[in-house]
């Protein structure tokens, strides 16, 4: 594929062509303009001489010599821009002849135009005429007269003027593409500037911005796009950074008590009970691990959209009973209760909105004081299925709400492991909810916390390129 022009060039030769079509209009128009002045100069010396003629014409007396109006035609002529004269009678014999040119050899409108003013050009074998053909009845005689100008001198100054245009149109095609260039290359400055500011700009340096108010005013969009790019980039990177950290942070743990139980196992002979409670203990710790490798397994692939869609017609009240049974046991240890409100179907991933609501529910669960409630309401709003998940509890203050989706983020900063998981759950939740083209939103306030999630009434997940289950 051909490299696209570069703008400089494509600036220059639009200056070019706009420079060439003006001078060309320009001089065109001049070129009419000195043609025209010259075909009235011309006309109105044929028209004088014309009426001279016919006014002449009309005193000749029958009896005049010929030689005396061949004298009186000279004396007409004299003071005129050397116009040419050709008389003729009815009988085709010439009263009177100019010898510069043969003018009898000019051919002749058809007898009806002659009674008008026929103004025409004639060229002989060395020179260019402007020509007035007209017939003049007295009572003499029908005389046709033919009147010429040379021209020679307009057509050579016209020549010379058009080979001065086309050569001033090359001058100003040159001057005009070297101006424009340069012309291009200053207005390109601000550009280079925002370049060399974007080339500075690496993985430390995130936090830089453009000024759209140091730019013009057509870059000023760039900027503004650019520095929210910049924005996105540095967030996303940031949570990258966040994230290895946290990876870091979670795996730390389980693994030192691993090596911590294996070196106190080594350290000393052990009965086989002793070795059976250390290998449940270390069990544990494993599968710890194993579920949030898991959920990071689970997010990696739901970014990248890696999970096939599996979709078919859900019952999400059958749904919640199950889960219901499935915590009831703990529930009833937390002294909590679970309530159901509503009725709704869905198209869509089970398996994926089953672990959706299961996190969700066991997220409530561990919040909700004893003795109190846990509510999910189900409903249908107009080419909607809403789904609420509310409990009482503490209040989560207003700085954390729009991190709880985050991953590994909790809003107690002592980040202790205390059965909370590894703080993957509602980030799993709405990876779900959003590859199910709906959304999630939490709110909270002294009455308890609630999570709504909107999901369209016909979820289609075929666009949605996915390879394997969520499990």
């Known amino acids: 594929m051909a490299r696209p022009t570069s703008l400089t ?44 003629v ?84 007295t009572q003499r005689d029908v005389y046709t007269i033919i009147i010429a100008v040379a021209i020679d001198f307009h057509l050579q100054f016209i020549t010379h003027f058009r080979h001065t245009l086309w050569l001033m149109v090359a001058c100003g095609i040159l001057i005009m593409g070297v101006m424009g260039w340069i012309a291009v290359r200053h207005g390109h400055r601000p550009l280079h500037k925002i370049v060399d500011q974007i080339s500075r700009i690496s993985a430390n340096e995130l936090n830089s911005r453009l000024t759209p108010e140091a730019v013009p005013a057509e870059l000023t969009e760039l900027a503004i796009s650019f520095n929210e790019l910049l924005q996105r980039m540095e967030e996303a990177f940031n949570r990258l950074s966040n994230f290895s950290a946290d990876i870091a942070h979670e795996l730390r743990t389980p693994v030192t008590n691993l090596m911590t139980q294996t070196q106190v196992v080594l350290s000393q002979a052990r009965s086989t009970e002793e070795y059976q409670e250390i290998l449940y203990s270390s069990m544990e710790e494993y599968e710890r691990m194993a579920q949030m490798i898991g959920d990071m397994l689970f997010l990696a692939k739901t970014d990248n959209a890696q999970y096939p869609p599996n979709t078919e017609a859900i019952d999400l009240k059958s749904e919640v009973h199950n889960l219901f049974d499935y915590y009831e046991a703990w529930a009833e240890e937390c002294h909590v209760s679970l309530a159901l409100d509503g009725n709704a179907h869905i198209q869509g991933d089970r398996l994926m909105l ?27 709003p107009e080419n909607a299925v809403l789904i609420v998940v509310q409990n009482p509890g503490s209040p989560i203050p207003a700085e954390h709400l729009a991190k709880l989706f985050d991953r590994f983020y909790r809003t107690d900063p002592s980040r202790q492991r205390s059965g909370d998981g590894a703080g993957l759950g509602l980030a799993i939740v709405k990876s779900i909810i959003e590859a199910h083209g709906g959304t999630i939103v939490a709110t909270s306030d002294e009455i308890g916390t609630e999570f709504k999630i909107t999901l369209p009434g016909f979820v289609n997940l075929s666009n949605v390129d996915l390879k394997s289950r969520a499990l």
């Open 54 to 137: 016919k006014r002449s014409l009309a005193t000749l007396q029958a009896d005049d010599d010929l030689n005396a109006i061949k004298q009186r035609f000279d004396d007409m002529l004299v003071g005129h821009h050397n116009p040419l004269l050709y008389i003729s009678n009815s009988t085709g014999k010439a009263l009177y002849r100019s010898t510069e040119a043969d003018l009898s050899q000019v051919p002749l409108p058809r007898s009806n135009h002659l009674s008008q003013r026929n103004i025409t050009q004639w060229r002989d074998d060395d020179h260019h005429y402007r020509i007035l053909i007209q017939q003049v009845t």
């Open 354 to 380: 089953r672990r959706a609501l299961s996190n969700l529910l066991s997220n409530a669960i561990r919040h909700t004081p004893a003795e109190k409630r846990v509510t999910v309401t189900l409903s249908r």
């Open 9 to 52: 060039l494509r600036l220059t030769l639009l200056f070019s062509a706009v420079a060439t079509v003006v001078f060309l209009a320009f001089g065109w128009i001049i070129e009419r303009s000195i043609n025209e002045h010259f075909e009235i100069q011309d006309r109105k010396e044929l028209e004088v001489v014309a009426l001279a």
